[in-house]
């Protein structure tokens, strides 16, 4: 019977996702967790077919958790689903491991061939981001700014854009506010930003926030 773990910080979401997988699959075992510890406990606890994980959440990130599911289950496919654009998350996830990407506005039937891709072993991007790697591979393209930062800092800096304060990152992510001004200044350094409304314009220009 397949197993299935649905990882994602909102309700609906997740009965709608589950909804979707029992009309595709018939009767599988099914999963919640609304962070990335929960899911990566249940990880640690069970055994899963596939894990199907919000890239944005409370506290770590779906990026974040990857690297301890692939410690905990070097074997385990991760399906990270995102709100955000796709030629930019898609590319850092994929690098960071997990073997799809789809973005929640794509129709059921998408997410459900996407399961079966990876549960084949395969890797699963959408056709438009499958020919813009292949761009990327064919042209020597100038590489945009925010490429140059790391995941989190990449997370921080998406998170200063949307309109969170020093406090609040430090809260979501459960890191001391001087921990989050460091990571702060870092940012601007490596992308040549003079301050947050800077930072924010870059951002929505680049279609990284909404």
């Not at 779906?62 to 990270?80: F, K, M, N, T």
């Not at 799809?100 to 072993?121: C, H, M, T, Y």
């Not at 056709?127 to 590489?143: I, P």
């Not at 490429?147 to 998406?158: G, H, K, P």
């Amino acid at each position: 019977m397949m197993k299935i773990l649905l990882t994602d910080d909102h309700a609906l979401i997740l009965r709608g996702l589950r909804q979707v997988l029992l009309e595709a699959f018939g009767d599988p075992v099914i999963g919640e967790a609304r962070n990335a510890q929960e899911a990566l406990d249940q990880i640690r606890k069970k055994d899963w077919d596939v894990v199907v994980m919000d890239i944005a959440m409370p506290g770590r990130s779906g990026i974040d958790i990857l690297r301890d599911i692939q410690l905990a289950r070097p074997a385990l496919p991760v399906l990270i689903l995102s709100m955000h654009g796709e030629e930019e998350f898609g590319r850092r996830v994929l690098k960071a491991g997990a073997a799809g990407f789809i973005a929640k506005q794509s129709a059921p039937d998408e997410l459900v061939k996407a399961i079966r891709k990876v549960l084949a072993g395969g890797k699963y991007i959408s056709g438009s981001l499958a020919e813009r790697l292949a761009a990327d591979l064919a042209v020597d393209t100038g590489k945009p700014r925010h490429e140059s930062l790391s995941d989190r800092e990449f997370q921080v800096m998406c998170m200063y854009a949307s309109g969170k304060t020093n406090g609040q990152l430090a809260q979501d992510l459960s890191l001391s506010v001087k921990t989050i001004t460091t990571y702060r200044s870092r940012i601007l350094e490596k992308m040549n930003l003079k301050n947050n409304a800077e930072l924010t314009y870059y951002a929505i220009k680049n279609h990284l926030v909404e």
